[in-house]
C-alpha cells in the first residue's frame, strides 16, 4: 500500500496517474468508519467471503444478489444466524446484479460468479464508482484485460482480484525472507496449480464434489460452469494462485514485467477416463472430448532476467501442491518437499533441512498480528487476510495492495498459453498493462504498515 | 536388447538396416568369451571405468590412452593393484588415441576425454571397426550428431553413449512400474541436472573438487575443460542423466520422438558470485563473464503428445536433485519428496505416500540379479551396469542397449536448447535421427534376458 504522500510523489514522478479514486474523495472515510459492501455472487465461494464480512464490526453487508434460490437461501440462513441485519437481497436473473450497482450507499462490491462474468461485472462496478473485488481470473482474453485496466485508470476504481494464495502463511514468510535477503538475488521461481479437480468439475447435481459424473445443466456448484473450460480450452486455466506470490516477490508491476512467455500441453486423458470409470462407457459424457490437456506447463521470462515456471495439472489422481520453488543466488525453497536450503547457514552442505523453523522464525509481521483472527477462516486463514485487505483499502480509500494491473497481469496467462499451444508451443511477447509504470511504481505488498 | 532373430525381422520389415555390424560377423564371438577393450582417456572417470573393467574376468585392457603423465601414473598404478597385465600404454598428445585404434586386436573402446573430443574421438573408432562406448554428451552440434549417425549406419559400428542414470536403482524400479501399467498412461515426465558444481567447475588446480578459483589451464581435471563450456554456451549443458531415463520409459525412438523443444535461460550469478566470494574482486577469474544461466529451463513435446521438463541448474547452491517426476493417468512418482500416489492403491487419497516399499516392491530384475556385483561401483551401483550392458554388447556383438540413436537425440538437447536461448525463448522443432525408423523400432531396453 502507498500513503498518501507516496501516492502523490508517485503520480507526480510519472506523470501518470495511478488507479485510483480522484484525490478530493482520499480518506473521505475515517479509519474505523463502517465500509458498505455488496455482494454479486453468493454461491459457495461468496458465502465464504459472506461469512468473514459478518464477523467483522467495521462491515455492513448492505446488499447480495445471486441467481439460484439455493445458494440465496443458504446466504440468508448464514445471515441470521450472525444477528445481523438482513441486506437488500436481489435474486432477478443475471443482470439483476446491475440493480445494486446503482445503489448509492454502497462503497464496494465483491464478485464471486462464474469466470465468464467476471469482466462485465467488473467494469460495470467500477462504471457505477464502486471499490471492486473479484475472485480469480479477471479477463478470459487479452482484450478483456485490457477493458478492466483501461476503466479502471479512467474510473480511479480500484480493481482487487482476491489471490489468496499471496497470504498464505508459508508464502508470507517465504516473501519476508526474500525481502531480507535470505535467498540472495532471485534467479527462478516455480508455482502452480496441482489439484485433483475431478470431484469438482463432475458431481451428481445434488452435492458439490463427486458423487457422479454431471456437469453443465446436469452439475451442481462449478462444475455448472468451470467444466465447460476443460472442454473448450487447452491452457493454464487457473495460473493466479502460483504467479501472484511469484509476481510478487519479484516485483512484477512494480520495477520488473514479464517478458515473455510460452506454454506446453500434454495429452489429455484424466476427464474421460473418469467419466469412463464411474459413469460407463454409455454416460453420454463420456462422448465429450476435452481440450485440456492433463498437464500444461509454462515458462515465463522477467524483464530482470528471472525464470519462472507454471503448471496446471488438474485432470489426474494427484496429492495438492502448487509446487513452489524459490531460488536465488544464495539458497532455494521448495514446498513439495517441504525444505530448505541457505548456503552458510543450513547446518550440512549440499542437504536439504526441514523448512518449518525457517517459516516460524520469518513470520510474517500481518500473520503475527492477525493469526488469531484468521484461524477458522478459509484455506488456511489467508482468505481472512485477502478479504481484510480489501476492507482496509476501502476504508482508506488507498488503491488496493494487489491492484488492477496485477489482477489483469496474471489473469493474461490463461490466453496467452492458450494462444501459444493453439501455435505448437510458440513464444509470446508478454503485455505490459502498466504502459510503462511499472519502471516507477515501488513494491509496497504486505509492507510495514500496509495490510 | 534384440535377438538376432528379431534383429533380422525388424530389419527386413522397416527395409534400413540398423547400426549393426554385418550379419556375417554376428555372434562372432561366445558369450563367454573375453573382449579386448581400449580406454581413450583416464582421468578421474576413464579411471573409473578402468577399474570396473580390471575387476572383470570376462574383459582385457588391452591399451590406455591419455595427455597427461599424472593421469596416465594413476591409471598404471591402478593397473600395478589388480595383478593384471599391463596394457599398451600410449601417451602421445591429443591423436595418440589414433595409434590405439590401428590396434587390430582391440573388440571396443571406451571414450572418457573433454566433451569437444567426444565426436571426433567416436567417428574415428567407429571408422576403425570397433565398438564404440563414450562417456555423455555425444554431439556438440546437430551436424556432430548426425555425423555419428551417418557413421554408425555406415560403418555398421554401435555407438553406445554411458548414460549410467538409466540404471539407477529407483530409475529402473519406476521404469518397471512404468511397464507394468502401475502409472497407467504417462502423461507427464520431468528431469534434469540440478547439481552445484561449483567446486568441479573451480578448483585449485590440484585437487579436483574446490578450494580455490581457477579453470581451464590453471584448474584440474574437469575444471580444465568443462568450465569453459559456461563461459561460452547458454544451454542446457548436461541433459543426459535426466532425459535418458525419460526417453527411455516414453520409448523415444521407438515408437515415439520427441517434435519439439523451448528453453528459456535465467540470469547468471553464481559462478561469478562464487569467485568473488572465494577469490576476491580482484582475482583475474573475476573478470569473466559467463554466459550460461544459472537455472535453464526446456520444455520437449513428444509425438505421442506426453510433455517432459527438463531442469539444468548448477551454478547455486543447493542439495544435488536430479527432479524426477513420472505421472500418468493413475497417479504420480517424484524423487525431491521421495514420494508416490497411485490411485486406489495408496492408502489415502490425495495423499503423498513414501516410495520406498514401491521401489522395493519393483525391484527391476536387472537389479535383483547383479546387485552384489553393482555394490561398490560409482554412482550408487549404476556404473556397473552400464559398462556391462557395453561389455555384453560387445561379447554378443548385438546392439548396444542404449544406441546411435539414443546417444544423439539426447545429447541434442544443448544445442538445441542454445539456439532456442539464442533466439529469445523460441521453439524449435527436434530432428529425427532415425530418419523415421522409429516408427518401427521396438523398445527392448533392459527387458528379459537383456542387460
Known amino acids: 500500500m502507498i500513503s498518501r ?23 473521505s472515510k475515517e479509519k474505523d468508519e463502517v465500509v458498505r459492501i455488496g455482494l454479486i455472487g453468493v454461491g459457495l465461494r461468496g458465502q465464504n467471503h459472506l461469512d468473514l464480512l459478518l464477523r467483522r464490526a467495521d462491515v455492513e453487508v448492505v446488499a447480495i ?20 441485519a438482513m441486506p437488500q437481497v436481489i435474486l432477478d436473473g443475471p443482470y439483476g446484479y446491475r440493480k445494486m450497482l446503482e445503489n448509492k450507499d454502497i462503497d464496494a462490491v465483491i464478485i464471486s460468479t462464474p469466470w465468464e462474468w467476471h469482466t462485465i461485472m467488473c467494469l460495470d462496478a467500477m462504471n457505477a464508482g464502486k471499490y471492486t473485488a473479484c475472485e480469480v481470473m479477471t479477463g478470459a482474453t487479452i482484450e478483456e484485460c485490457w477493458q478492466l485496466v483501461h476503466t479502471s485508470e479512467r474510473t480511479g476504481m480500484p480493481l482487487m482480484m482476491l489471490e489468496n494464495v499471496c497470504y ?26 496441482q489439484h485433483d479437480l475431478r470431484e469438482v468439475k463432475f458431481n451428481d447435481g445434488v452435492k458439490p464434489y463427486g458423487g457422479g459424473v454431471e456437469f453443465g445443466e446436469k452439475g451442481f456448484s462449478e462444475a455448472q460452469w468451470r467444466t465447460q473450460y476443460s472442454v473448450m480450452r487447452d491452457a493454464d486455466l487457473y495460473p493466479t494462485h502460483g504467479i501472484g506470490p511469484i509476481a510478487m516477490m519479484t516485483n512484477i508491476n512494480r520495477g520488473n514485467i514479464f517478458t515473455h512467455l510460452t506454454s506446453y500441453s500434454s495429452k489429455s486423458r484424466g476427464l474421460h477416463n473418469y467419466i469412463v470409470k464411474n459413469g460407463g462407457e454409455d454416460h453420454p459424457n ?3 472430448k476435452f481440450k485440456l490437456g492433463d498437464v500444461v506447463t509454462t515458462m515465463i521470462k522477467c524483464k530482470n532476467e528471472e525464470t519462472i515456471l507454471l503448471q496446471h495439472d488438474t485432470n489426474l489422481p494427484r496429492p495438492y501442491s502448487l509446487g513452489f520453488r524459490v531460488q536465488g543466488t544464495n539458497g532455494i525453497w521448495m514446498d513439495v518437499n517441504k525444505s530448505i536450503y541457505i548456503e552458510g547457514r543450513s547446518k550440512e552442505a549440499h542437504r536439504w533441512e526441514d523448512a518449518q523453523a525457517w517459516l516460524d522464525k520469518y513470520d510474517h509481521p500481518l ?19 485477502v478479504v481484510n485487505a480489501f476492507v482496509e483499502s476501502v476504508k482508506r480509500k488507498t488503491n488496493t495492495p494487489q491492484d488492477v ?7 493474461a496467462i490463461t490466453p496467452l498459453s ?4 493453439q501455435q505448437g508451443g510458440e513464444t509470446l511477447a508478454f503485455p505490459d498493462f502498466t504502459s510503462g509504470k511499472w519502471m516507477y511504481r515501488k513494491n509496497d505488498f504486505a509492507k510495514d504498515g500496509t495490510y
Chains 1, 2 share one sequence.
Open 405 to 411: 494491473y496485477d489482477a489483469v497481469t496474471w489473469s
Open 418 to 421: 492458450e494462444t501459444s499451444i
Open 5 to 27: 504522500r507516496d501516492f502523490i510523489k508517485a503520480t507526480s514522478l510519472t506523470g501518470i496517474g495511478l488507479t485510483i479514486i480522484p484525490s478530493g474523495v482520499l480518506f
Open 65 to 84: 444478489c445471486d441467481v439460484q434460490q439455493r445458494m440465496m437461501d443458504m446466504s440468508k440462513d448464514m445471515i441470521k444466524k450472525s444477528g445481523k
Open 168 to 193: 498464505r502463511r508459508d508464502v508470507m514468510a517465504v516473501m519476508n525472507m526474500v525481502r531480507q535477503n535470505v535467498f540472495g538475488e532471485l534467479i527462478h521461481l516455480q508455482g502452480g496449480y
Open 286 to 288: 463420456a462422448k465429450v
Open 367 to 385: 500473520w503475527k498480528a492477525h493469526a488469531a483472527k484468521a484461524t477458522g477462516a478459509g484455506h488456511g486463514g489467508m482468505d481472512w487476510f
